[in-house]
C-alpha cells in the first residue's frame, strides 16, 4: 500500500507543479525580455535609418525646387538682376 501511494504521489507530482514551473520561468525570463525591448526602442534599425534619410532629402530636394521655381520667376520679372546659365543660382541645393 505504501508503495502504491508513493508512485501516485511521483506520478501526480508533475502535474501539480506545471503551473508553478512556468510561473517561476517567466519571472525569471522577464528582466531579459523588457531589457532587450528597451534596445529595440532605443535603437534604430538600417530600415527606420534608411526610410528616415528618404524622407530627409525628399524634403530638400521639394526646397530646392520651390526656391529654383521662385528665382527663374524672379528672373523673368527682372531679367537684368540675374546672371545667365547655371552660376546665377547659388540657394540651397539638396545633399550640399
Aim: with cysteine; aromatic share 8%.
Amino acid at each position: 500500500m505504501r508503495n502504491l501511494v508513493l508512485k501516485l504521489a511521483a506520478l501526480t507530482l508533475p502535474l501539480a507543479t506545471g503551473g508553478c514551473v512556468k510561473t517561476v520561468a517567466s519571472v525569471v525570463k522577464a528582466p531579459f525580455q523588457a531589457a532587450g525591448q528597451v534596445v529595440d526602442w532605443t535603437t534604430t534599425s538600417q530600415s527606420e535609418a534608411d526610410r528616415n534619410y528618404g524622407r530627409k532629402m525628399r524634403k530638400q530636394e521639394a526646397r530646392e525646387g520651390r526656391e529654383r521655381r521662385e528665382y527663374e520667376k524672379q528672373c523673368r520679372k527682372h531679367p537684368d538682376q540675374c546672371q545667365q546659365g547655371q552660376q546665377g543660382y547659388d540657394g540651397y541645393r539638396a545633399g550640399y
